[in-house]
């Protein structure tokens, strides 16, 4: 009775593991196939059928880091000679922006702001800066570059589009931000007198500059030179090569629920063509290190504007990676000055 008792103790034992293992397997399988529906099916349909959700999540316009800002006195940023003014735009927009003086000029006319408009027809080249998305205009990094602009006495106006920082919060588009630019420009054209006016942009921000110029160019008015800054040929191509939809871009459904939605929402920054047909001298610059737009899509944009334009001057460097420069911090480049003083030269020589 004993041996018999304990044999079917032993095969109680041995269904009662099964049994959980099977539940567990249950449980594990259930675990991932909810999963599964949520990363692939459910995220990329909210994606699709919520064009709010694919502006935030692009421009990240309210992302400020830290919070509590003080654009009044740049000074608090370790920059003196930056005058923060604001520019009226034709459709009621106020834009926040910063003129950083050119280190020839501060230090004789740095203390009195009442200068700083008259002395952009001085002669020194302006720089338009044009950031990418998330932040502000007072972003260390970009704080760093305004520093190495000016010590090669340039001028730098540094500005926030609308619903960026301090300047009006409104609801943005391409349109918009391209239109902020352009005002930026036209602001600093009418000042500048015949002075040489460049434009920088960076991440976002070379769509914005590289669709802004292209415009500028329609109306007749011609920009001396554009620095591009780790920028993409194209925003469909971006958000194929972003860290986090590499896993998605293999379903065939990819385009149709991450692609297309975002470019019936009219959020395009077609830079190849925006450029294709410009006369705008480019410089493009880009670190191999760079996981947040891969260093091919500056590849891809410099062969597609260099063979559509070929008398146009057009420049591509690209930054080693064991120098760790990202997608953020190419102007810790040692050479950056030298670099950025060519290009200008060879602009200035090109547009005389």
Known sequence: MCRQSLIHTNENSKMFINCN???ACGT????????????????PAIWRYSPSIQK?????????MPKVQNYSHPEVYGLRGT???????????????????????????????????????????IIIYMHGNSGARSNNQRIELYRKLRDINCHV??????????????????????????????WVYERAHGSPIFGWGHSLGTGIGAHAFSLLEKENIYPHGLILEAPFN??????????????????PW??????????????VFDTEQNLKNAKVPVLILHARDDIIIPYQLSENLYNYIKASRKSELTELILF???????????????????????????CLKTTS
């Open 21 to 23: 293992k099977r539940k």
């Open 28 to 43: 594990t399988v259930g675990f991932f196939g909810i999963a599964f529906i949520i990363i692939f099916l459910l995220v």
């Open 56 to 64: 935030r999540m692009i421009f990240l316009n309210h992302d400020h």
């Open 83 to 125: 005058r923060n003014f604001y520019i009226d735009t034709k459709d009621n927009v106020t834009l926040g922006v910063w003129h950083i003086l050119p280190s020839n000029l501060f230090v004789k006319y740095g203390a009195n702001e009442s200068n700083y408009e008259q002395l952009l027809s001085h002669g020194e080249s």
């Open 157 to 186: 106006i540094a500005v926030d589009y609308r619903s960026y920082a301090d300047s009006t919060d409104v609801e943005i588009d391409e349109t918009g931000l391209v239109s902020d630019a352009m005002e930026t420009f036209k």
């Open 234 to 251: 194209k925003m469909s191509e971006a958000i194929r090569e972003y860290s986090t939809t590499k896993v998605l871009r293999y379903f």
């Open 254 to 267: 990819f385009d149709f629920f991450i692609i297309d939605p975002v470019i019936e929402n009219g959020i």
């Open 320 to 346: 080693d990676a064991l120098y760790g420069f990202g997608h953020q911090f190419i102007c810790r480049d040692n050479g950056i000055k030298k670099k950025i003083e060519k290009f200008i030269q060879n």
